[in-house]
C-alpha cells in the first residue's frame, strides 16, 4: 500500500504545513535527502502543544505531542514533495524533549513520533535516532524533531 493510502486507512488529519518563524526553509532536498528542519507539535487548529514533561506533560502527555510533531512534519514532506510516496526512508532523527532535569524517559516520548512514522512508512519508517533532553524550546513547546528522509522521483 502507498503511504498516502497508509495514511487515510489510519484516519489521520495533517496540520497545514508550518511556516518558517525565522530565517531558515522548513526543508531542503539534496539528491536523494531531504532534510527537514525542526518541527514542534503543531495541531489542526495552528496551536501547539506547550509545557515541559515531567511537569506540566506526563510521560503519555509527552509521547502525544511527539506524535503530532510527527503529524506536523509529514505535512511538511508533502508540501515539499508533492506526496508521502516519495519517501523510501526515514535515515536519521533528532529529537528535544522540554523536560525537568530528573526526567529520563526522552526514548520513551520519542516513541510517540518514531510509532507514527513506522505505522505510515512500515519499516522504512524506522531510522537511527537521538533522543536528548532539554530546559527550554522555542515557545515553550514541549518537543522539537528534526529528520533526514531518502526520497525518490
Request: aromatic share 4%; with cysteine.
Amino acid at each position: 500500500m502507498d503511504h498516502e493510502s497508509r495514511l487515510k486507512e489510519l484516519g489521520l488529519v495533517l496540520p497545514q504545513a508550518p511556516k518558517p518563524i525565522a530565517t531558515y526553509k522548513t526543508a531542503v532536498r539534496h539528491g536523494d535527502l531531504l532534510y527537514v528542519s525542526g518541527h514542534g507539535p503543531l495541531r489542526v487548529d495552528g496551536t501547539l502543544i506547550v509545557g515541559r514533561v515531567g511537569d506540566d506533560l506526563d510521560l503519555d502527555g509527552g509521547r502525544a505531542a511527539a506524535r503530532q510533531v510527527g503529524l506536523a512534519m509529514l505535512a511538511t514532506i508533502r508540501d515539499h514533495l508533492g506526496s508521502l510516496n516519495h519517501v523510501a526512508e526515514l535515515i536519521k532523527v533528532l529529537a528535544l524533549v522540554r523536560c525537568t532535569p530528573e526526567f529520563g524517559d526522552q526514548p520513551k516520548v520519542v516513541n510517540g513520533f518514531s510509532d507514527l512514522m513506522v505505522e505510515v512508512f512500515g519499516e522504512a519508517g524506522k531510522g537511527a535516532r537521538s533522543a536528548l533532553g532539554t530546559s527550554a524550546l522555542p515557545g515553550g513547546i514541549a518537543v522539537e524533531i528534526e529528520a533526514i528522509f531518502q526520497v525518490r522521483p
